[in-house]
């Protein structure tokens, strides 16, 4: 008997086809043997110059199917749906005074692919949707009132990108990402 190694992982699922799920039933999976992942995962956060804040990361992510199940692909890509690097930088600086404070957000994606869900199953016939490369910018101001009471606006997804935020195949299963959007919050502390 042997053992995987830690980035090892057997009877990871894939989905089906639809027509192959019970009656009812949209999503269904079976095992595609055993997958080999490898990655890695930095993030670094702190207090940069007095009264300003920096939190980079940067995460690399890549799975590959290392011993198929009878109709599986060994060599095959597992997950395209994430991303294989993955940027992010958030800043926050609060001005002298302490009472406003003025930041944003920065994520930078590579591309992702339906690819995986379909490359192991040729009944599915399927071409892979696709969604390059992405970045999207994120603003938040704040300010504080007193002691109990504060206020934050926040601006997602600045520039509008139209983006996929779960990729599923070229037949469905696939969100868009969140339009441009803004919240006002207010925080009150006793």
């Known amino acids: ?10 009877n990871r699922p894939t989905p089906l086809p639809v027509e192959d799920c019970m009656p009812g039933l949209y999503d269904c ?16 956060s702190g207090e940069v110059l007095p009264r300003w804040n920096l939190m980079p990361g940067y995460t ?11 109709d599986g692909v060994a060599g095959s890509p597992y997950n ?3 991303p294989k690097h993955l940027l992010k930088i958030a800043t926050m600086y609060h001005l002298p005074g302490d009472r406003w404070r ?13 690819e995986s869900n379909a490359v192991y199953d040729p009944r599915l016939a399927e071409t892979p949707v696709r969604q390059g490369g992405l970045g999207l910018v994120d603003l938040v101001a704040g300010y504080r009132l007193n002691e109990n009471f504060d206020i934050q606006l ?5 520039f509008d990108r139209r983006y996929y ?7 469905g299963g696939n969100f868009v990402g969140e339009p441009r959007n803004v919240l006002l919050t207010g925080k009150i502390t006793f």
């Open 1 to 10: 008997m042997t053992s995987a190694l830690p980035g090892d992982h057997k």
């Open 29 to 44: 999976y079976r095992a595609v043997g055993e997958v080999e992942s490898k990655g890695l995962d930095f993030e670094i």
């Open 60 to 70: 690399w992510n890549e799975a590959e199917i290392i011993s198929a199940t009878v």
């Open 80 to 82: 395209t749906f994430l």
């Open 102 to 114: 003025l930041g944003g957000a920065f994520r930078l994606q590579s591309e992702i692919t339906s």
């Open 154 to 158: 926040n601006v997602n997804n600045v």
């Open 165 to 171: 935020e779960v990729m599923d195949s070229f037949s």
